[in-house]
Each structure stands twice: as structure tokens, then as C-alpha cells.
């Protein structure tokens, strides 16, 4: 008699899920899903500024992981493929609609719930104008301060993402971080501008 199908372990490696996934293995794809939708849809609320489009982008990120797996090349890491497919996926939505404004109260509340952090009111205060102030700057440029400054990616990482070189992301946050400076000029601790939401920087980069 036939033993059942293993299901995935969740000790195998992102490229071991994905190779089993192509080769046909049912549940492989849904352990991918499980360890990296979190990260993912952080990205994809910061980087969009709106729960409802995060949550569409995620899954059309999802999906079309799903479709083009065996594209994969293991050149990047799998979390570094699944999140440029989620920045694409969010700025295709950018480009082809304008998203709808989001109460900062339900931005902040959908962000941080699972996160308390120290000092949390003012955590709160610097989270919002700060995500206030991303909606005003180009996607390409809000995209790449998301991953650098808000998601503690490294620059060559942030560029491996979006598929540009390093010097590109890094004129792309030097050009979003002039026109946010004087928007947030006010803010006292401008350490706090780049270590919002930075507790998942490090989880995000050796994913």
C-alpha cells in the first residue's frame, strides 16, 4: 500500500519548496505563502498606504508567483523573487489608479497591532506623518524608501528587489528624502524617521 504524500516541511529551505512546487507537490507553494505573506504585506501597506490595495496586491503577487515559479533562477534569494514581485504588483496599482487616501488611525492600527513598541505614542506620531507625507512622492521613489527606510533593507538588497542598480536606489532615496525633509522638518528625532516599522528589517533581509 501506497504511503500518503508527505506535506512540506517547514525546515525546507525557500528553494527546496519552490522545486518541489514546480515538480508538482500540492502544498509546497502554500508553506511559501504562509512564511513570507506577513513580510509581504508589510511592504505592500507601506508602500501603497492603503490596507484594501495591499491586500489585492499581495495576492495578485501571490498568484503570479504561483504562475511563473518556474522562472525562478536562484540568482536572489526566493524572499528577494516574491518581494519584487509584490513592489511590481504595487507599483502597477500606483500607475494605473490613484489608491484611495486611508485613515492614518487605520493605516497605523493595521501596521502596528501585532507590533507594540516602546514610547508608542510618539511611535505613532512620527508613523503617521511619515506615511502621509510617502503618498506625495513618485512610486519608484516611495518604493525605494519603503524597503530602505522604513523596512531596514540595505541598500544593495533594496536594489536586487526592484531590480536596479544600487546607485539608482540610492538617488531614488536621496531624491525622496529631499522632498520629505521639509514636510517633516518639524519632527524633532529624525533617527525615528528611518527605524518606523525597522524591528522587521532584519527579519526581512535574512528571510
Avoid at 501596521?111 to 512622492?137: C, G, I, W, Y
Wanted: aromatic share 4%; with cysteine; charged share 30%.
Amino acid at each position: 500500500m501506497n504511503s500518503p504524500p508527505e506535506t512540506p516541511s517547514s525546515a525546507a529551505t525557500d528553494a527546496a519548496l519552490l522545486t518541489a512546487h514546480i515538480n508538482g507537490d500540492a502544498h509546497a507553494f502554500s508553506e511559501i505563502v504562509k512564511r513570507h505573506r506577513d513580510r509581504m504585506w508589510a511592504v505592500a501597506l507601506r508602500t501603497l498606504g492603503d490596507p484594501d490595495e495591499a491586500a489585492d496586491a499581495v495576492q495578485d503577487a501571490f498568484v503570479s508567483a504561483y504562475r511563473k515559479a518556474a522562472s525562478f533562477r536562484g540568482e536572489a534569494a526566493v524572499t528577494t523573487w516574491l518581494h519584487r514581485i509584490v513592489v511590481n504588483a504595487c507599483l502597477d496599482r500606483m500607475r494605473r489608479k490613484s489608491v484611495r487616501p486611508v485613515a492614518d488611525d487605520e493605516l497605523i492600527e493595521a501596521t502596528e497591532r501585532d507590533n507594540p513598541l516602546p514610547d508608542q505614542t510618539v511611535e505613532r506620531e512620527v508613523s503617521m506623518e511619515v506615511s502621509a507625507a510617502l503618498k506625495l512622492l513618485p512610486p519608484d521613489q516611495r518604493a525605494a524608501l519603503v524597503l530602505v527606510d522604513m523596512m531596514g533593507y540595505s541598500v544593495e538588497d533594496a536594489a536586487q528587489v526592484l531590480d536596479v542598480p544600487s546607485g539608482t536606489v540610492k538617488s531614488r532615496c536621496a531624491r525622496g528624502r529631499a522632498k520629505l525633509a521639509p514636510i517633516l522638518s518639524h519632527l524633532r528625532n529624525r533617527s525615528e524617521l528611518s527605524n518606523v516599522s525597522s524591528a522587521k528589517g532584519a527579519e526581512l533581509r535574512d528571510g
